[in-house]
């Protein structure tokens, strides 16, 4: 039953997270790569449904990234980036319920994994864009900036999540 609703709220927050990381932070031209406000919707997603809920949440917000404007990469290469962000992080949830720093660690590790495997799959798919040692001044910016922003949006995506699921009786 509540499975449409959660459905519905993963829907609108990845969408939102596509338009602030376009229209925000993607044009701020910061040092390194700009914060991914994508990746940090996933991850707290992935700390409330686990691995396989992340994975999917991932996958399919990557692809909504892969296909909506401004892309300028292969369709599908970001969504095998936050299917396994998602399923990494999905890891940590009974780890990181209640705790923030293991929720931040997580983030960390997604932030990290996601930079270097967008690179790496640039390198095999020949993008220009995507060198190694492009990608590699880019990582400590990348975990930097989500750290910093995670604070401020996966408790609030995971308060959300959370009141969308069901509600269990005992007879």
């Known amino acids: 039953m509540a499975k449409a609703p959660r459905a519905a ?6 969408l939102l997270a596509c338009i602030v990381d376009a229209v925000l932070f993607d044009p701020m031209n910061l040092p390194g790569a700009p914060p991914n406000v994508l990746l940090l919707i996933v991850a707290a997603i992935a ?15 990557g692809l909504a990234a892969d296909v909506l404007p401004p892309a300028d990469h292969l369709i599908g290469r970001y969504a095998l980036v936050l299917c396994l962000a998602g399923y990494l992080v999905g890891l940590f949830r009974d780890e990181a319920r209640d705790s923030v720093p293991l929720a931040l660690i997580a983030v960390a590790s ?3 994994l ?10 095999l798919l020949s993008d ?4 190694g040692g492009a990608v590699m001044a880019s990582l400590p910016f990348a975990i930097v ?7 401020f949006i996966v408790p609030w ?3 959300l999540a959370r009141r969308t699921e069901p509600k ?4």
């Open 9 to 14: 709220l993963i829907t609108v927050l990845v």
């Open 47 to 61: 700390l409330v449904l686990g691995p396989v809920g992340g994975a999917l949440t991932g996958f399919f917000a």
């Open 110 to 112: 997604a932030a990290a």
């Open 114 to 123: 996601a930079t270097i495997l967008y690179g790496a799959l640039g390198g």
């Open 128 to 131: 220009g864009s995507a060198s």
């Open 145 to 151: 900036y989500d750290v910093l922003l995670a604070p």
């Open 157 to 159: 995506v995971m308060k």
């Open 168 to 171: 269990t009786t005992r007879l």
